[in-house]
C-alpha cells in the first residue's frame, strides 16, 4: 500500500509541470480533513478536494452536489438522501450511503466536537441511517428550518480512510485526503505548502476547470502586491495600503485586479464569562469595556479605507442581522458603568471593588498582530478609565487553546458566520460549554431555549424574530464584542479570470467558485 501511494504521488506531482498552477496566497490554515474544520481557511482547498452533499450556487441558491436529489417526508420529520451514482472516491472505491453514516457518527465524537464544533446542526441529527448503497434516511424528532444549511455544512469522508481516534489533529489523513472533488492532492500538504491536481477520474456536476492549484502561506512576504507583481502568487488578500494604491491607478494597475468584497466576518473580543475564573464574569464591567472599543480608531481609517463597524453579533450578510441603531462608544459611560457597580478609582488610577481587587485582565492576541493592534489600543483607554489590560502575544493556535482552557480574560481573534445562525449556536449555549466550543463559558436558560426554538421552526420571519431576540441578548450580555465587518481587500492578476464570490464574501463554497477559474496568456 505504501509503494503504491508513492508511485501515485510522484506521479501526480510530475503532471504538474503540464500547466502552471493556479498559486493561492491563503494563511496558515489547520488541516484538509473536513471532519476537523474550525477556520475559515481551512475550507480553501477542502472546497476543491471534497463535494458537499449540496453547495450554493452563484445567487446563493442550494443545489445538488454529491446528492442526486433530497425529499422531505412526515412534515420534516424525515428527510431522504438519494446519492449520485456512479461517483467515486480518489482511490477509486465507490461513494456509499456508509460513508455519509460514517461521517455523521465521527463528527458527533466528542474529541471531535471538542476541535470543530462548528458543523451546523449535523451533529444532532436524531439519525442517520443507510438504506442500501445511495440512499440514507435521516429521522428527526422535529422538523429543522436549518435543514440546507445542514446539509451545506455536511461533507462526506470515506469510511476506509478516516478512522478517528484519540488525537484527530495527528492524524496522516489530515495532510493526504482521500477526497471526492475535482481535485486531488499532490504528495502531502502542510499547514503551508498545498498542491493540487485536477483529477481526471471525477464524475460529479461541478468539475474544475484549471489543471492545478497551489495553495500557499505567505507570512515570509513583505508585501502581497509585490509578490503578486514579482510572479509569485495569482490571488492574495493584501493590505489597506496597497489596496488603495491600485485602486487608484498609483501601483500595478495595469497588471492587477482589485476587488472589495463585504464579509459576513468580523474582528471581535471574546469575553471570559466565568465568575470564577475572571472580573468579567460581572455584568457591568463586560458592559463598561464594551464602551472602551477604539472606534475612533476604525472611524480614521475610514476615511481612507472602507470599514464597517459593528453593531450586532451577526453581519449585514447574515439574515439575522440586527439593524438597531448603536449608540458610539463612550469613555464616560464605561467610568459610570463601573462607579455604580461599586469600582472605584484608586490612587494608582486602577479602580478596585469592595472586596479590595484591583480591575486588572489578561488579553491574548495574536503575535502577528500589528504594533497598534486593537487589543493594545483598547488597554490605552481602559487604563484612562481606570482598568489595567496587560496583552500578550500567542501564536494562533496558542490563542486558540487559551481561549478553550478559558486562560485569561479575553481573546482577540476573528470570527466567520455561516449561512444560517444556527451554526454559531455552541458559541452561547450550555452544549457548547461541554463541548468546549463556547470559549466564553457564557451561560443563559434563555438563549439555550431560543436556539433551540429557532433550529426547530421552519416559518423564516418567525425564525429571523427569534435571532433578532438572541442578537439583543448576546448584545447585552457581551460574551463577545464585535469590532468591525470585514471587508476583504483581494488582489489578483489581471490574467485571472472568472473569480466570484459568494453571499458569505468568499471565494469557495459555492459554484463555480475556484472551481470555474483559469488563466489566460
Known sequence: MLWRALFLS???FCGLSAAEPIRVAVDEWTTVNPL????????????????????????GNFIPELLEKWTVLKGGREVVLDLRPGMTWHDGSPIEAEDVVFTWQSLRLPQVRALADTVGGVTSLDSVVAEGPLRVRIRLSRPRGTLLSDLYNFIPVPRRHYRVGARPMAE????????????????????KL???????????PHPGAWPAFEFRDPAGERSTAEAILAGRYHFAATAALPHYLVRKGALGSDRLQVFSVPQAAFGAFFLNCDPRRSLLGELAVRQAL????????????????????????WPPESWAHDATPRPLPQIGRAEAILEAAGWRMGPNGIRRDAQGRPLTLVAYEQNSSTRRSTARLLA???????IRIEVRKLSFQALTEASAAH?????SYGWTTSLDPDVDSPL???????TKANVSSYLNAEVDRLFDEGRHTLDPEVRKKIYLKLSEIIWRDKPVIPLNYNLARILATRQLKGVGFNVLGQSYGFWPGKRGWTLTE
Open 36 to 59: 476537523l474544520l474550525s477556520r475559515d481557511v481551512d475550507g480553501e482547498a477542502v472546497d476543491l478536494v471534497f463535494d458537499r452533499l449540496v453547495t450554493l450556487d452563484a445567487g
Open 194 to 204: 498545498l498542491r493540487l491536481e485536477r483529477w481526471d477520474g471525477y464524475k460529479g
Open 290 to 313: 464594551a464602551e472602551l472599543v477604539p472606534w475612533e480608531e476604525f472611524a480614521r481609517a475610514r476615511q481612507f479605507f472602507p470599514t464597517r463597524l459593528a453593531s450586532s453579533f
Open 380 to 386: 490605552e483607554r481602559a487604563a484612562k478609565a481606570g
Open 407 to 411: 486562560e485569561g480574560d479575553l481573546w
Open 428 to 434: 452561547f449555549t450550555r452544549e457548547g460549554y461541554r
Open 172 to 191: 496522516p489523513v489530515n495532510f493526504l485526503p482521500v477526497g471526492s472533488g475535482p481535485y486531488r492532492v499532490v504528495e502531502r500538504a502542510t499547514t
Open 10 to 12: 510522484t506521479a501526480l
